[in-house]
């Protein structure tokens, strides 16, 4: 073999450096020794050429390419047999070698032997590959030439390192290193990585970047680890190097030691690289994972990357515009750079998480194991959202992690808009993952949850191009078309922002929105309002003459449905218009900041408003309905203050003047007609003269419209002129109400004689012609009460708020007769089921409650009920008297109607009397406004003080009375329930009416959840001065019964009263507090402010207190109610509050304080409803009871007290009476007790831990010492099925024994596995006491298959599997401690639940079974196990250990 005359490391280092340093002083010369002729063939005799030539390639001189003549296989073959067959090998290499050393030295004939052959050969009759390789890297693939040329090669590449470019574009450095990639096989790879390296530390830096970035593909992988070595020691040295060192390393096969090294190395520096080198760096971090320390590297990782400080202001507006401009190149290439810099970045972290299983489970982890919101970075959003994107198997632990982030605060608003405002360039190509991750957080049933998915479609269409727009709104259109209410309101509620923020963009893509006009049968009436406001305000907006086209749409799409013969189309087209009035009327003065110096519309505006008003009106004028539907929707649009005063003018002076006209009559007036009921002035509030004065006409209205008809009498007012309905009477007053309140700036001066005048009745006492009345005339008299009490409900809340005491006293008369005229009707319907009222909202959703006949009673009330009080409780006027004070809000326990007649009766004194309740007929009264509760400024007085003359003095101090009170409180309760607390099912199905619950409701949702609770907090300072003066009324009824609420002298209606006007309070306080709004940080002030309300109460402090102390505060305010309590709701709704507001405090201690709470009210005996009868409701002590359970230190301790000490004295106790200890613990309630104890016991021994052999002996006595209390407490519970053995007892005793069973072989097994040796006495004792309570499980399944009972016997399968499964694991224990013997076989029979013997057995079963009582006889303890599946057989298994034997029976 050829000698290969290695130097030394050190010569050959100074040899390349001192030809380096040559070559940089002295330029090689590009012309050569011998002068040569371009373009012709190479005539040398060398043993070079000749060779060459004998083997294929001709070499050229000058430019011209070298030819090869046969295949570069062939060459090499060829080649390589003429080397070592010749005469003179091996020294004919060192010749040949010498030849290529003396061709080279011109530069030309080796620019030529680097640069690839010409292939003189047909490529069809090639067969290596198709591209022909140079002449240096054909040698190099000879096995006998490859060390002397690579030698060769790196001795004369010095000469080219400091060189520029030749004129002809080549890199000679880069050319010569490209020669040795990819190299079939390396002859001698360790001297190759040597000269390499000595290259690499002599080169300018541009050369070094790549040299290194060849490494990968000229090392041998035997060369991987060494290069890595002296790489990694470089990276310390150099950091210029570092982007290319990291490159290649990533792509070399290394050690991991060695590869953290260096991660840790290059985590350190991350801060301080630049942007662009930042993708090659987390490259390699993310390439150099492993699953053990994934997310330690990724949580340092995400800590020290932050995007935030590398994009600059200026590059963020730069990207904006160029996403605005479409594409437009940034006024400045570094800006640009930097964002390409950050795509980058991001594709290589995409790439990571897509093909890297680990990678993404980390990052996710690292990101929930965040638990600080500040702590959480634009980084962490970005990551979970391409995470979504990519990894489909992620999908669900991405939501699941951002559900719970949202929740918690942690991922809020300004975080996310930062997000996409960086990254917006990254986000859009993964725009179709995040509307669709947008589009699984709308399913959800957090609120908050819900507005985070709406902030993804906002800020995709706010940040993202003209594509991603249209699929954000066809996105928000599907969400509308879904049928899904949460769903529908979210996304019209994105869009509305939508318009707002970007309106021009929007009018693009107002095509999709015109297409939710077909969807409109869907959509309740308050979403049909967004909706045309949505369209109005595209049609309208005078920006863009774009626009017309919409308009046109939107005028014929109003005219079409205000036209149509169908009723409901018809009152969505008076919705519409009055919404398209509204952007019409208000386009021109909102563009001026509403001042008034612009309000007026000019003659083309207000012709069109007016032109569209009369076409509304002339559509709706022939139906009272429609015709009271459109003076609701312009009510509530002037009222949002958006209509412009000259239409407001119009408006007004059209309604006033159509008021007066329809409705008003002077007073000395004697309405004509012959209505068989004498006509009379009442409820006048002052005294009129005969000529002057006026009245409300109702009862003529009434009559014309309802008796002339059909009693075939034709008034003379309807002969003349078209009918009025009265129907319309309360909606127009409510409409010109609100015209004046506009235009007077609150002043009701104007029509302030409506409120005084009387109404045009006849005497509405039944008395005795009750029963004498024909069935029209109670249907007249309930119709007229119906329209008396909205005119009356509608005077209220148009004159709550005047601040004269007159009108107040006044406007508290008119809340006295609505309470007179509510018992007057309930009167009335009581001999009338059948009737229908007139309706009093005419939304959309209030058409469907009507009952379609008059034939069917009882189905008809029980429509009514089912559609107007089951999904929402009850309207603002249900419950208005003491009759139905009992009702409670959160439909836990309604009284039943027998309860609440047998509490009318207490009230009435007529026992045999029917009472009907009017809650089932809430929907056919006008609401009240949220305004009207500052009536609740009144005091309170507990006698009826009030008298008829109030209102002629003054100076009289106007207070509130209890009936009146309790009036209000029902009613702000029910929108307290509607407005704050979600809906318990809030998915109806597609075709069920899904407005019911917001029937009466109209004017409440008008307003945010927001405004609300800013409202119910003004109002929090009354309504706890009435919660005081209600304490104080029954602490002092306490002290004068001695201590006794319901004592004799105590008046049974006011006690009833005050106790509903009690809980109605704790029950608003209570949905206020357990607001799902207040998490949200933009409602925190709201919270603060609703609980200084509370702390102030007990004395003045300090403004801006923490909240901590606050809260502390106000949680030993409302617990000092506890005395006064009056009845079990109260005290469940109080402990609720409790809880409620304790929820919000980081501190603990308060948990002893309400199971402290808890016990003293499960303790107390509350007063009944009727003799002999409780009125604690199942639901409320269940869960009271299990309150008590989840709050108290010790569950265990607990459960023993009750079942151990309650019960015993129950059972001793007479049939009628209850424990001493536990008042509320009754026969009848003793299954409630049961049920709660077994669950909460399962529950409790779930989370006892098994532990391991490992743990101390204290711990293991501790856990035997719990496993002893709960296995006794199970045995006391499982053996009072042998007293109280009802159905409901054994169903719970079947699910919750089996449970218990299940986690005893968990739990507990594993425990006394390794306890056995050290504590057998207390392992013993435990098993005795099990296998006593497992047999009397197995009595308990023979007793379910005896009476054949489906719902016992279901449990039994599973109950014997598992007690099979306790016997084969004892066993188990006995065997791992040496205790085989210790096992042995018996019999056992089925036996009832009280030990007698199912006798369908034979006598051979018989003998067995006397056998097996012969045997417990002499052995103190026994484990016996059912072993057949039928009833009639089954075996036993018995445990023995030398002197005690213990058992344990299936």
């Not at 011998?34 to 030539?53: A, G, I, M």
């Not at 006209?661 to 509030?685: I, Q, T």
């Not at 917001?998 to 405004?1011: D, T």
Request: proline content about 3%; glycine content about 4%; charged content about 25%.
């Amino acid at each position: 073999m050829i000698s290969k005359r290695r130097l030394s490391k050190t010569d050959d280092k100074e040899n390349l450096a001192e030809d380096a340093s040559k070559a940089k002083k002295q330029p090689l010369s590009k012309k050569t020794k011998k002068s040569r002729v371009h373009n012709e063939v190479e005539e040398s005799d060398s043993v070079f050429v000749e060779l060459l030539k004998t083997s294929g390639i001709i070499l050229k001189t000058g430019e011209s390419q070298n030819q090869l003549a046969v295949d570069q296989i062939v060459f090499q073959k060829k080649l390589f047999q003429m080397l070592r067959k010749h005469p003179s090998y091996p020294q004919i290499i060192e010749e040949f070698i010498s030849g290529l050393e003396s061709y080279i030295e011109d530069q030309d004939c080796f620019r030529n032997c680097l640069l690839s052959c010409e292939r003189l050969q047909d490529e069809e009759s090639s067969m290596g590959t198709p591209y022909s390789k140079s002449l240096i890297k054909l040698l190099l693939g000879i096995d006998l030439l490859q060390p002397a040329i690579i030698k060769t090669l790196f001795e004369k590449l010095p000469e080219f390192l400091f060189e520029n470019e030749n004129s002809d574009g080549l890199n000679m450095p880069r050319l010569i290193i490209s020669q040795l990639k990819w190299l079939d096989r390396i002859v001698d790879g360790k001297d190759l990585t040597t000269k390499f390296m000595q290259l690499l530390s002599i080169a300018p830096v541009p050369l070094q970047h790549d040299f290194l970035t060849c490494l990968p593909e000229i090392l041998g992988d035997s060369q991987h680890a060494e290069v890595g070595k002296e790489l990694s020691e470089l990276l310390m040295t150099s950091t210029p190097l570092t982007v290319p060192i990291l490159d290649v390393l990533s792509s070399l096969q290394l050690d991991r030691k060695l590869l953290s090294k260096v991660r840790q190395l290059v985590m350190g520096k991350l801060s301080a690289v630049r942007l662009e080198d930042l993708p090659v760096i987390v490259k390699f971090i993310l390439h150099t994972l492993t699953s053990t320390d994934a997310v330690e590297v990724i949580s340092e990782l995400r800590e020290k990357l932050d995007l935030q400080h590398c994009i600059l202001p200026s590059q963020l507006q730069a990207s904006q515009s160029k996403l605005k401009s479409k594409g437009k190149i940034s006024s400045s290439n570094q800006e640009s750079s930097s964002q390409d810099c950050v795509i980058l970045l991001f594709d290589v972290v995409k790439s990571a998480v897509r093909y890297e299983k680990t990678v993404s489970e980390a990052w996710i982890k690292a990101i929930e194991n965040t638990t600080s919101g500040s702590d959480h970075k634009t980084l962490d959003v970005a990551m979970l959202l391409i995470i979504y994107s990519t990894n489909n198997q992620t999908k669900k632990s991405i939501e699941r992690v951002l559900r719970n982030k949202v929740r918690s605060g942690h991922i809020q608003e300004q975080l996310l808009q930062h997000t996409f405002c960086i990254l917006s360039l990254v986000l859009k190509d993964i725009c179709p993952s995040i509307l669709l991750l947008a589009q699984s957080l709308l399913h959800s049933l957090d609120q908050s949850v819900i507005s985070f998915g709406s902030l993804l479609y906002k800020y995709a269409f706010k940040f993202f191009d003209t594509y991603c727009q249209q699929e954000v709104v066809g996105a928000l259109v599907s969400h509308i078309c879904s049928g899904n209410d949460a769903e529908v309101d979210t996304a019209l509620n994105v869009l509305l922002e939508l318009v707002v923020l970007n309106l021009s963009a929007m009018r693009l893509n107002a095509v999709f929105v015109k297409g939710i006009l077909d969807y409109l049968d869907n959509l309740s009436p308050q979403q049909i309002r967004k909706l045309f406001y949505i369209l109005s305000t595209l049609a309208f907006s005078k920006e863009h003459a774009a626009s017309s086209h919409i308009e046109d749409d939107m005028h014929l799409v109003i005219r079409k449905q205000l036209s149509s013969t169908i009723f409901k189309y018809k009152l969505i087209g008076i919705i519409g218009a009055v919404t398209m009035v509204g952007i019409m009327a208000a386009d021109s003065s909102g563009s001026s900041s509403l001042t008034q110096g612009r309000t007026d519309l000019n003659n083309e505006q207000s012709t069109q408003v007016t032109s569209l008003l009369q076409l509304v009106h002339s559509c709706s004028e022939q139906s009272p309905q429609a015709c009271a539907l459109y003076y609701d929707e312009f009510a509530n649009l002037i009222q949002g203050g958006k209509l412009a005063p000259k239409a407001l003018e119009w408006v007004g002076q059209t309604v006033l003047n159509n008021f007066q006209d329809a409705f008003v009559v002077d007073f000395d007036v004697v309405p004509e007609g012959d209505c068989p009921f004498p006509v009379k002035a009442l409820y006048g509030l002052e005294e009129y003269s005969s000529h002057d004065g006026i009245a409300v006409n109702l009862l003529p209205l009434l009559f014309s419209q309802d008796f002339a008809k059909d009693w075939g009498r034709m008034t003379s007012q309807e002969s003349d002129q078209k009918l009025i309905s009265p129907l319309c009477l309360a909606s127009c007053f409510r409409l010109l109400r609100l015209c004046v309140e506009k235009q007077y700036n609150g002043n009701l001066e104007e029509i302030d004689g409506l409120l005084d005048c009387p109404i045009f009745l006849t005497d509405l006492e039944p008395g005795e012609r009750l029963q004498s009345m024909s069935a029209k005339e109670h249907s007249f008299m309930c119709s007229l009460i119906f329209l008396t009490l909205n005119w009356f409900r509608e005077i209220v809340n148009a004159f709550c708020q005047q601040t004269s005491s007159e009108m107040k006293g006044k406007v508290l008369t008119r809340l006295k007769h609505i309470m007179e005229l509510q018992k007057i009707l309930e009167e009335y319907l009581a001999v009338n089921p059948n009737y229908v009222p007139p309706l009093a909202n005419f939304d959309l959703e209030a058409l469907d409650i009507t009952p379609p006949t008059n034939t069917a009673a009882s189905s008809k009330i029980s429509q009514i009920g089912k559609k107007g009080g089951r999904k929402r409780k009850a309207d603002d006027s249900k419950m208005s008297s003491p009759d139905t004070l009992s009702k409670e809000g959160s439909s836990e326990c309604d009284p039943t109607p027998s309860d609440r007649s047998q509490l009318e009766k207490g009230f009435t004194g007529k026992e045999e009397k029917m009472t009907v309740s009017l809650q089932n007929y809430h929907a056919f009264f006008r609401e009240l406004d949220i305004e009207v509760f500052s009536i609740l400024h009144c005091g309170l007085v507990t006698k009826f003080t009030l008298d008829t003359e109030m209102h002629t003095e003054a100076t009289e101090v106007v207070q509130l009375g209890p009936t009146e009170l309790l009036f209000l409180l029902e009613d702000l309760s029910q929108k307290v329930e509607n407005m704050l607390t979600p809906p318990a099912a809030r998915r109806v199905p597609f075709f069920k009416n899904k407005g019911s619950r917001n029937i009466g409701f109209s004017h409440l949702h008008q307003r945010s959840a927001q405004e609300i609770v800013h409202c119910i907090i003004q109002l929090l300072t009354p309504m706890c001065n009435h919660l005081e003066n209600i304490h104080n009324y029954f602490q002092c009824l306490a002290a004068e019964n001695h201590g006794v609420l319901d004592g004799p002298g105590m008046k049974v209606q006011d006690y009833h009263i005050m106790s509903s006007c009690y809980q109605r309070l704790l029950q608003i306080f209570h949905g206020l507090f357990a607001w799902s709004g207040f998490f949200q940080p933009e409602n925190h002030n709201l919270l603060y402010s609703a609980l200084e309300v509370l702390a102030s109460r007990l004395e003045e402090g300090e403004h801006n207190q923490p909240l901590e102390e606050i809260l502390s505060q106000s949680f030993y305010y409302l617990q000092n109610f506890q005395s006064s309590i009056p009845s079990f709701q109260c005290a469940l709704y109080l402990i609720r509050l409790l809880i409620i507001v304790s929820e919000k405090s980081a501190a603990t201690q308060r948990r002893e304080k309400i199971a402290s709470l808890a016990r003293q009210f499960l303790c107390r005996v509350w007063p009944n409803g009727e003799k002999e009868k409780s009125n604690i409701c199942n639901d409320q002590l269940h869960s009271l009871l299990c309150i008590y359970l989840e709050h108290t230190d010790s569950v265990l301790k607990a459960i023993e007290e009750i079942a151990g000490i309650g019960v015993p004295e129950l059972i001793n106790s007479p049939k009628d009476a209850s424990s001493s200890t536990f008042p509320t613990l009754t026969r009848h309630t003793f299954v409630i007790f049961f049920h709660v104890m077994m669950a909460e016991l399962e529950k409790t021994v779930k989370g006892l831990q098994a532990g391991t052999a490992a743990d101390s002996q204290k711990v293991h006595e501790e856990k035997l010492l719990h496993w002893n209390m709960a296995v006794r407490d199970f045995s006391i519970l499982i053996n009072l099925i042998k007293v109280f053995d009802s159905r409901p007892v054994l169903h719970v005793c079947l699910k919750y024994g089996r449970q218990f069973v299940e986690t005893f072989l968990k739990q507990c097994m594993p425990l006394l596995d390794f306890s056995f040796r050290k504590h057998r006495e207390d392992v013993l004792s435990l098993l005795e006491t099990f296998q006593l309570d497992t047999r009397l499980l197995h009595h308990l399944c023979g007793h379910s298959k005896i009476h054949q009972d489906m719902r016992l016997t279901k449990h039994v399968p599973l109950l014997k599997k598992t007690l099979e499964l306790l016997v084969c694991r004892v066993k188990a224990m006995l065997i791992l401690n040496n205790c085989r013997e210790a096992f042995w076989l018996g019999n056992l029979k089925n036996r009832d639940l009280q030990g007698e013997e199912i006798m369908s057995q034979n006598s051979q079963e018989s003998t067995a079974d006397e056998s097996e009582d012969d045997t417990s006889s002499q052995v103190s303890k026994s484990k016996e196990k059912e072993g057949g599946e039928e009833d009639a057989v089954s075996d036993g298994e018995k445990e023995q250990d030398s002197d005690e034997s213990d058992d344990n029976s299936d």
